[in-house]
């Protein structure tokens, strides 16, 4: 049966009110320098993981790892394109038994890029800096345990169950979620919809834009999200289900996805990413949101799940070189928005500025980031080429040395 979205049930629901001083006070802990960054494998990684599980008993929420842990463990090879030493990391998973058949989950990465930005910083030197990931993706973490606290103590049992997860390895390739999707702790096909939180904490005061991926991924989604859309929070639809994020691993398993950000910024991937930035009373207003969401829908069948266009996993592929600039991931134009434009890379260098569109790179023509992402792939270090960009309303072609 196919969920039907009702306007009256979705005006029924009550306003849910998030603790934003207890988000803030998360992502400062998680943030913290003496958890350098929380690289995948990391002595700060596992530290972070001690602290999520001990969250999660504390609200009493069921261990779905192995052997009765929280903790679910994998192997991987450090290094962005897994070039680097075998390891292990692992992801954090709690189940709130309902007593329903079907299971909602609700997920985020609690990994970033350590102290040497394993590969993908954007700062021009990111040697022994700490890059402390608040937004990314501290933000995610913080509110994923606000929710697990929120339907652990709200004295009323759901429709659905619900499955909480912190992942690990996404900046290395998704390979936490990717790797729970193939050894699942719950039954895929019992899960109703994946909620994915990776940077939400930086709401922009002036827009109050928050941005929603995967809308395409059932009919439900996008008359829902346009009704629950308000001046206090306005949102910003995408239809895909695949992105540079891990709802793409159960977007690829059948499963209707949403991913929740709150727009990218020029902190992104660079030891500035700090907990004095984040807009915690905004990050609230975006799980205010999804709280109301799974309101309306828990007195709804399953949801029906549709395949959508797909959108590169930006960041992963294996290319050698880099142009050093923030992507737009919510952008609509035709080509590539730049969102940031890191100092002393080759996109700065040649000129490329933050609002430039990316339309060519040499003589392929870049229409969006999966068009990007594959033109980086035929280029080697020391390599000159030109780049044309849309400006205002003129196209300025600039050199470009890898």
Known sequence: MTCVFSVTHAQAVPQAQTDSVRVLNDIKWLADDRNEGRAAGSEGEQNTAAFISSAFKKLGLQPK????????????????????????????????????????????????????????SLDANPENKIHNGADDNASGVAGVLELARHYSTNKTRENNNFLFICFSGEELGLLGSKYFTEHPAVELE???????????????????????????????????????????LIIKMDSSGTGPSDHTSFYLKDIPVLHFFT???????????DWEKINASGEAKVLDLIIRLNSVLDSEPKLAFLKTRTKSSAGRASFKVTLGIMPSYAGNENGLKVDGVSDGRPGQKAGI??????????????????????????????QTIPVKVRRSNEVVTLSVTF
Request: hydrophobic fraction near 30%; glycine fraction near 12%; proline fraction near 4%.
């Open 190 to 232: 019992k899960v109703n919809y994946m909620i994915n939180m990776d940077m939400v904490g930086r709401l922009d005061r002036s827009t109050r834009n928050v941005f929603v991926t995967g809308t395409g991924t059932s009919p439900v989604w996008q008359p829902l999200l346009q009704h629950l859309s308000s001046p206090e």
């Open 353 to 382: 500025q933050s609002g430039d569109i990316i339309i060519e790179m040499g003589t392929l023509k870049i229409s969006d980031i999966e068009d990007y992402m594959k033109a980086l792939g035929q280029f080697d270090k020391g």
């Open 263 to 273: 727009g990218s910024h020029s902190d992104y991937h660079k030891p500035s990413d």
């Open 65 to 120: 790892g192995d052997k009765g842990t929280f903790q679910q463990k994998f192997s991987f090879n450090k290094g962005v394109h897994g070039e680097g030493k075998p390891a292990e990391s692992n992801n954090i998973i709690a189940f709130l038994d309902n007593k329903a058949v079907n299971t909602i989950i609700v997920g985020a990465h609690y990994d970033h890029l350590g102290n040497d930005g394993q590969g993908s």
